[in-house]
């Protein structure tokens, strides 16, 4: 069986892992171990928040870029500019 130190290790590894800051990880570490599962809780599921809207704006980014690559191939080369406006 793992011992705490293992524990707190593999936790303090998934926080870095899922993008969190030095700061947000000592930070999370610290409400662990004082139980406060409530306040640690909001700060995962705004940090999880974060990341989906980093998804958002990237997945937005290649739809963007998907669609003026399907643009030049499916347009003769001076319709591609005014195909995008």
């Known amino acids: 069986m793992a011992n705490a130190a293992d524990r707190n290790a593999c936790i303090r590894e998934n926080l870095l892992d899922a993008g969190m800051t030095e700061e947000?990880?000592?930070?999370?570490?610290?409400?662990?171990?004082?139980?406060?599962t409530a306040a640690l809780e909001k700060?995962?599921?705004?940090?999880?928040?974060?990341?989906?809207?980093?998804v958002h704006k990237y997945t937005s980014q290649?739809?963007?870029?998907d669609y003026f690559t399907y643009t030049?191939?499916?347009?003769?080369?001076k319709a591609h500019l005014t195909a995008l406006h």
């Open 72 to 77: 030049i191939k499916a347009t003769p080369h």
């Open 62 to 65: 290649l739809d963007c870029l």
């Open 24 to 36: 947000y990880v000592k930070k999370c570490m610290e409400m662990l171990e004082n139980g406060e």
């Open 43 to 54: 700060i995962l599921a705004h940090h999880r928040r974060e990341l989906l809207d980093s």
